[in-house]
Nanobody, 116 residues
Framework: QVQPVESGGGLVQAGGSLRLSCAAS????????MGWYRQAPGKQRELVAG???????TYAESVKGRFTISRDNAKNTVYLQMNSLKPEDTAVYYC??????????WGQGTQVTVSS
């Protein structure tokens, strides 16, 4: 079992920045990939960024150059630094801890709202 807990969401103006954090507890040694997803109203949940155990990041095209994912293994925490935010980034952001196929864990989500 893994328990991801997000924090750091909020309201920001377009062009601003936010940093999300996801602290994982439980069987953290089993986590292969930590990722951030988001879901806007009326839309499907989509991958924003992921980072492997070895530290290799991946990004959705829509956030490349603006968002940075990183991890602090000592704190079992993954961060998502979001810069140059746009109104279309508004969504609930979820942290995901992926162990194996069909075995992953979700946080409760944190709201990010970008005003124009």
């Amino acid at each position: 079992q893994v328990q991801p807990v997000e924090s750091g969401g909020g309201l920001v103006q377009a062009g601003g920045s936010l940093r999300l954090s996801c602290a994982a507890s439980g069987s953290i040694f089993s986590i292969a990939v930590m990722g951030w997803y988001r879901q806007a109203p009326g839309k499907q949940r989509e991958l924003v960024a992921g980072i492997s155990r070895g530290g290799r990041p991946t990004y959705a095209e829509s956030v490349k150059g603006r968002f940075t994912i990183s991890r602090d293994n000592a704190k079992n925490t993954v961060y998502l630094q979001m810069n140059s935010l746009k109104p279309e980034d508004t969504a609930v952001y979820y942290c995901n801890a992926y162990v194996t196929y069909d075995n992953d864990y979700w946080g409760q989500g944190t709201q990010v709202t970008v005003s124009s």
